[in-house]
């Protein structure tokens, strides 16, 4: 096995997913070296790719950032045909991902418990709204309600206003990664034993683990929170501040960093407080603190303080726009942007949120909808004559002019 090529090399993924979560659940695994295999259906493939505008060249930039380093094979799975090539594409695959009604799934024979039995040795990913099991497991579920049902929204917002979406898919690419992090143990034991596993990961779980500080201070006997703008973290001074020209935040995370900040604002009183020593008596005079360092704060431009702030080691940053983001030196200097080949860099995708020593990044091109159907077909054993046979009874498409973004 090659290290330049990823651990994961070898792994066999067939991703049967759609939208967000489980595309970025399996494009970290290919990132990682796995072959990936995205199944899709007829005439329109993922979800993802009519999300839009903004389209490039026809094509969902949502999509795209999602999507790198895979395979694309359309299967009709109405079809008897077409299923009997996914359960031979899955009778030699490591992992099968699907995010799939659990009814449908038994109807098509491609629930965990027939899988299983199958191929014993697939790593089986269900991922969903709200789980496997339990009265609301049959339900569809989105980042948005995910984010809205676990208490996510409830405390987001500004003070006073109404509860607010984290306006990203938070949810889905944190479900995605939580997926790749299940299958990648499940891997592990895989190759020991050669057992598979059945791993559920939901929205909704994910977004309770998301709270879980805010869940566990809630059960400890904290009052219940609300949107307060981002000023109400376990920590002061944790929180944004105006200064003359800009947003900038700032967080004191420690006493001597408490002591130091006093020192570059110049608040000398506030660091000779002793009911200001610590962080609970800072918690518990909260607004004191904000409304004594606010208004000196707005005397200097933001680049002022963060200079300041940096050179105090305190930890600081510009609230920026993504006008601004993409052009960070930091972002620029890790290659955290990786342009779409041959979109003359109007599509981008981001790099995965880690980086391995000994394996390059991996940047292929998102597939087109079945253009690589008649290679997949032919690597599980169809012959050209079986291959054209399952075109022409629509059971399986290749790439076409009908392909839509």
């Not at 965990?112 to 609301?136: H, I, K, T, W």
């Amino acid at each position: 096995m090659s290290a330049a090529l990823g651990p994961l090399e070898g792994v066999r993924v067939v991703d049967m997913t759609t939208s967000y979560a489980g595309p970025t659940a399996s494009m970290y695994l290919a990132d990682l070296g796995a072959t990936v295999i995205k199944v899709e259906r007829p005439g329109r493939g993922d979800d993802a790719r009519a999300w839009g505008p903004p389209f490039v060249g026809g094509v969902s930039a949502w999509f795209a950032s999602a999507n790198r380093n895979k395979k694309s094979v359309v299967l009709n799975l109405r079809h008897p045909d077409g299923r009997e090539a996914l359960l031979r594409l899955l009778d030699d695959a490591d992992v099968f991902l699907q995010n799939m009604n659990p009814s449908k799934l038994v109807r098509l024979g491609i629930d965990g418990e027939s899988l299983s039995r199958r191929n014993p040795r697939l790593v089986y990913c269900a991922m969903s709204g709200f789980g496997q099991d339990g009265p609301d497991s049959d339900l569809p579920g989105y980042d948005l309600v995910a984010q809205a049902r676990s208490g996510l929204m409830s405390v987001t917002g500004a003070k006073g206003g109404a509860p607010q979406r984290v306006s990203t898919a938070l949810s889905d690419v944190v479900t995605g990664m939580s997926a790749a992090i299940a299958v990648n143990a499940a891997l592990v034991r895989q190759r020991e034993s050669g057992r598979g596993e059945l791993i559920d990961v939901s929205l909704l779980d994910t977004d309770l683990a998301l709270m879980a500080p805010r869940i566990a201070a809630y059960a400890a006997g904290e009052p219940e929170p609300q949107p307060s703008g981002g000023t109400d973290s376990v920590l002061s001074v944790y929180q944004p501040f105006e200064t003359a020209d800009r947003t900038i935040v700032i967080a004191i995370g420690n006493d001597g960093l408490w002591q130091r900040f006093c020192e570059v604002v110049d608040v000398p009183d506030l660091a000779a407080d002793p009911a200001l020593c610590d962080n609970a008596g800072r918690r518990a005079q909260r607004e004191r603190i904000t409304t004594s360092v606010a208004p000196l704060l707005q005397r200097r431009p933001a680049h002022e303080w963060l200079a300041r702030f940096n050179d105090a080691k305190i930890p600081c940053a510009l609230v920026q726009s993504l006008s601004e983001v993409t052009k960070d030196p930091q972002v620029e200097a890790r290659g955290a942007l990786l342009p779409v080949p041959g979109s003359a860099e109007e599509l981008v995708s981001v790099h995965s949120p880690f980086r391995l020593a000994s394996v390059p990044t991996r940047n292929e091109r998102f597939p087109d909808l079945g253009a690589d159907t008649r290679a997949v077909l032919a690597e599980a054993g169809y012959s050209e004559v079986e291959i054209d046979a399952l075109v022409a009874a629509d059971a399986a498409s290749e790439a076409s002019a009908e392909v839509s973004a």
